[in-house]
């Protein structure tokens, strides 16, 4: 987020880099239970974002001092490979994988039924592939669905996409370049049941009005990506279904 102004990331008729509008997000493709040995798992693409997430539990809680005798804890770990990005990443935690890793927990928690699971922990592992901005919101989505697959009791499953501002313009779901030399990117997760919204951030800056547009937009794409989170699920049912019968 450099804030850069000369950068032409908008052209005249309002079409950006990559050819979308506005107000469009990148195509997204989910699918459901891509991994046998995790409970639950989702693998999920945003444009050139590439996610894997997979889901343990509820299992015992170690170690056992975070153990919560009302409910389960969710421990989540978002990780961004070495190969994910151009320049080689370090690998391993830091800071900024550890906040995501929080936050990404903390909007699960308003979702999941933890009550139910005294002293447990639910594990979910968040792989980044490759990232292109986006990626919390990413992983966050595909968190969910790995989380619906594991058969964990949820009140709903979460959306997350971010919008922003770059060259201007308020767009919705803001790829590497727009990131990059943007003025500002606001990151939403909601559970589309109740527009709750379970994650807002905001990097850089932008006005009022700009802010409610962004916020507008995000809302209108994290329902439509709940729709595609949805038809995942309901494909892995199918796929499962038609497995049973070939036995
Ligand atoms: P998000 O991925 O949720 O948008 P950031 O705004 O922190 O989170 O990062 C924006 C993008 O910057 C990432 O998606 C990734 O493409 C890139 N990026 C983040 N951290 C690194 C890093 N350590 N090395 C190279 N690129 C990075």
Same mark, same amino acid.
């Given at each position: ?12 008729? =309002? ?34 974002? &590439? ?50 890793? &929080? ?35 990413? =992983? ?10 594991? =058969? ?41 049941? $109740? ?11 932008? $006005? ?40």
């Amino acid at each position: 987020m450099s804030g850069q102004t000369d950068m032409i990331l908008v052209d005249k008729k =309002g079409m950006r880099i990559d050819g979308r509008k506005t107000d469009e997000h990148r195509p997204v493709h989910i699918e459901a239970g891509v991994l046998s040995n995790a409970d639950g798992s989702a693998y999920l693409e945003i444009g050139k974002n &590439k996610v894997l997430a997979a889901v343990y539990g509820p299992r015992e809680c170690h170690p056992r001092h975070l153990q919560d005798p009302t409910k389960a804890i969710i421990q989540c770990k978002y990780n961004m490979e070495a190969f994910s990005v151009s320049d080689r990443k370090r690998p391993g935690p830091d800071r900024r994988s550890i906040e995501i890793s &929080k936050i990404i927990a903390e909007a699960l928690e308003r979702v999941v039924l933890t009550e139910l699971y005294p002293r447990a922990s639910i594990d979910v592992y968040i792989e980044i592939l490759q990232a292109n901005a986006g990626t919390r919101c990413a =992983g966050l989505t595909a968190a969910s669905v790995a989380l619906a697959d594991a =058969g964990i009791p949820m009140r709903d499953i979460i959306p997350a996409v971010a919008a922003g501002k770059a060259d201007g313009h308020v767009l919705l779901d803001l790829n590497k370049e727009e990131d990059n030399y943007g003025q500002a990117d606001v990151p939403l997760a909601i559970v589309p049941s $109740t527009d709750e919204i379970v994650l807002l951030q905001m990097d850089g800056n932008m $006005t009022r009005k700009e802010f409610d547009k962004a916020l507008d937009m995000a809302f209108g794409a994290c329902h439509e990506i709940y729709e595609i989170q949805k038809t995942a699920l309901k494909e892995r049912y199918a796929v499962s279904k038609e497995d049973d019968g070939d036995e």
